[in-house]
């Protein structure tokens, strides 16, 4: 099937399922119905051990302009490590501290749709021979057939071999030289020399594979690992061209000299529906060429299987569509110590009859789809775990992702900055397709730790939370144990509880065992289903809103009962509204009368020209910007600021380029509290934006002024037929 089933696996929530349409029961603790049974125990740090170091580009020194932070999909800010990143125009340049012995470094950037060009690379004040290729080919990938999905996958890495040493305090400056260049974050390594070839090996240039990459040396491959049944086929450090996958891969070792070394560069690598097993694939690079998300290619780096008893480790595996999607017999499978980065979609799917299958120590970044995921299709899959992998920037579902299965493990993950559709980690019975094997037996989420997970569904308004456990499309029924959390700056929900099929299936056996929640945007608990948990030793501090959200939908489908286990804290208070969602901070008591009330809200508009949508006017980059359709006055824009609010002040911006001319627009400030009726706050006027100081124009509105949703109708515009904001900002104060 080569993964078509994944065109609807994004982790969405049906438009039924949006909010529940009457107020649903509001349950508070019920203190002292369970006994404690002690503190959760202490648990090592979360992740992977990396051979690298990252360090942000917001946190280096710059001459560029600072973006985000941002949870809007659709924004370069919102995919970014940590929501924020640095823009360098030509000429300018982000500056490392370099935090550890290294010899290499590995960037995420994003540049421009459509354009690509090179980082100049500077190393203690001087600049290297090398440069580090940039390039937006792998990036912007629209997946139209996911309902809520929009273009996104901004950003791409590439890596450089310094030719030196730096030290631990050495300098190392990226400097943008002939395109605008966006800088997220910078992996520093200390790559060893390359390996040697083992003893007995059968090299695959001995079978007339070329390391230039110029020939073909698919069928020097085929040969070499016909000659090594049982041994070691030898991959020299070179770059090596596959023009089709490989099949028949049984009873061998691929080895390369290390995934600096031994590249090989083909879009499938191994398809094949079953194998004897045996197979061990370890310490080389396999980059493919993958621009786009098509579900019916096998554009993977295994499609299939690779039988039972197989190990993959040490590989660098870049710019497929996934990096693993495993069908058949794969018991015992083992895949750790990878890095799989860039992919249009999963970074691995267990795709059923997974049996005894470990992901440990793994690296993922920039996945398209979910970056870790168990799919229980055709059978279930029992026994298996994702164990301290690191998960950054899956940029349209989940980070970590359990879709039906048996006696399932997650434990001691760090996954940050989900975006979009998906959670830090979902626990579901979603199915997808049938038949599907819902979850059995028990479940096990333990010390794992979630920062800046959780996301606003862009379709429907929806929050996600950083943790979900979700009775799709039947009742959760398993044991479920979710011991030893952290959640750390969740934009909205800690633990979210929902049938996400609006169907109203229960959500039950669950109990959440130890947990720390810090900076939750909204709410702790977001219970939007029937069913029942119990919470023990949860302790939070800073909740946006209240410590619970309970409404489940459909209305009168039973209400969620949530059972004070015992040393619960810092999380009392139920939201009394269901027909609207809370808000980030709608709850704090003195929230920020200087807070940009705009930032990152819902934005829509009556037209839009080209990739200039609504959203790029509140995504806190003003670089970016919102443009009408063109000669088609008047046009509007509209933001809804999420509750009715005294706005005194707004203050909208063009880019400060000075390539951005002195223009004047004349608009209309209107604003309703419904939704649907407006109504005039400040007239027709000309705001002049000039580059000379700052493009900037400011707008005062009226003592008295109440509104949740502000409106901006454009009827000129001197300097281009269309109307133009970089950043619509709205504030309390006059």
Known sequence: MHGTTSTTRSGSIPRTARRPSAVGAAVALAAGTLVALGSPAAHAVAGASLPFTSVEAESATNTGTKIGPDYTQGTLASEASGRQAVRLAAGQRVEFTVPRAANAVNVSYSVPDGQSGTLDVYVNGARLAQTLPVTSKYSYVDTGWIAGAKTHHFYDNSRLLLGRDVQAGDKVALVATNAQVTVDVADFEQVARAATQP???????????????????????????????????????????????????????????????????TSRFIDQSNSSGNVHIKDFAVIGEVTERVDSNPDNFVNGSLGPNSSVSGMWIQHLKCGFWLMGNNDNLVVENNRILDTTADGLNLNGNARGVKVRGNFLRNQGDDSLAMWSLNAPDTDSSFENNTISQPNLANGIAVYGGTDITVRGNLVSDTNALGSGIAISNQKFLDPFSPLAGTI??????????????????????????????????????????????????????????????????????????????????????????????????????????????????????????????????????????????????????????????????????DVYTPGKAVDGDAGSYWESANNAFPQSWTVDLGSGQAVRRLVLKLPPSTAWGARTQTITVLGSTDGSNYSTVVGAQGYRFDPATGNTATVALPAGTNLRWLRLSVSANTGWPAGQFSEVEAYLTP
Request: glycine content about 14%; proline content about 6%.
């Open 199 to 265: 003893a007995g090996s059968v090299s695959v240039t001995a079978r007339g594979a070329d390391p230039s990459g110029q020939g073909d040396s698919t069928q020097a491959f085929r040969d070499a690992i016909a000659a090594a049944q049982g041994g070691v086929v030898w991959i020299p450090p070179g770059d090596y061209r596959l023009t089709s996958s490989l099949s028949g891969v049984q009873n061998v070792t691929l080895q390369g000299a290390g995934d600096w070394y031994s590249v090989v560069h």
């Open 444 to 609: 096990t989420v333990d010390g794992n730790t979630l920062v800046r997970a959780g996301a606003m569904n862009p379709n429907w308004n929806h929050p996600m939370g950083a943790l979900r456990v979700d009775s799709y499309d039947s009742a959760v029924n398993a044991t479920v144990d979710i011991t030893n959390t952290t959640i750390t700056d969740s934009p909205y929900s800690a633990f979210e509880f929902v049938s996400g099929g609006g169907h109203g299936y229960p959500v039950k056996g669950v109990t959440v065992d130890g947990a720390t929640v810090k900076n939750t945007g909204t709410v702790v608990v977001q219970a939007e289903a029937q069913g029942a948990a119990t919470f023990r030793d949860v302790t939070a501090t800073t909740v946006g809103a209240a410590g619970v959200y309970n409404c489940p939908y459909p209305s009168g489908s039973g209400s969620f009962t949530l059972t004070d286990g015992g040393g619960n804290s810092g999380w009392a208070g139920t939201w009394d509204d269901c027909s609207t969602w809370p808000q980030p901070g709608q709850g704090n008591p003195d929230p920020d009368p200087n807070r940009n009330l705009a930032k990152g809200r819902p934005a829509t508009a009556t037209g839009s020209q």
